[in-house]
């Protein structure tokens, strides 16, 4: 999978950046104090202050290893990006791309045509 953005450890979070066609996307992801297991943990802003997402803290299944789960939805992105936030040591972790599946997209998509009717 790409690696689509680099974020930094922070005192309330991550700071860092998502890689485009159309660009670079600076995004900050602020701890939102939520302990239930289901989430979302963390709120993705653009610097301007608008939540542009939601995180989930997860712990991956073979590598047992915690991760963030990124949502991110913005009308200045050209698309939704979907990604995996991961530990690459010394406070640095990477953003991985995560395409949506056929099946989600084609849902999305009927129920959009369903809503223009």
Do not use: C
């Not at 689509?4 to 996307?25: A, D, L, N, V």
């Not at 104090?33 to 709120?43: L, M």
């Not at 789960?69 to 991961?86: A, C, E, F, T």
């Not at 084609?106 to 809503?115: H, L, V």
Request: cysteine-free; hydrophobic content about 30%; charged content about 25%.
């Amino acid at each position: 999978m790409p690696r689509i953005g680099e974020f930094k450890e922070t005192e309330y979070g991550f700071q860092g950046y998502i890689h485009s066609r159309e660009g670079r996307f600076n995004v900050e992801l602020h701890r939102n104090g939520n302990e239930n297991e289901d989430g979302p943990h963390y709120e993705a802003k653009a610097p301007n202050g608008a939540e542009i997402g939601a995180g989930w803290n997860k712990i991956g299944a073979i590598s047992h290893e915690p991760y963030v789960r990124l949502s991110i939805d913005d009308m200045s992105m050209p698309s939704k990006i979907q990604g995996n936030l991961v530990n690459e040591g010394n406070g640095q972790w990477g953003l991985i791309w995560n395409r949506e599946n056929g099946r989600t997209a084609n849902r999305e998509k009927q129920a959009s045509a369903e809503i223009d009717r």
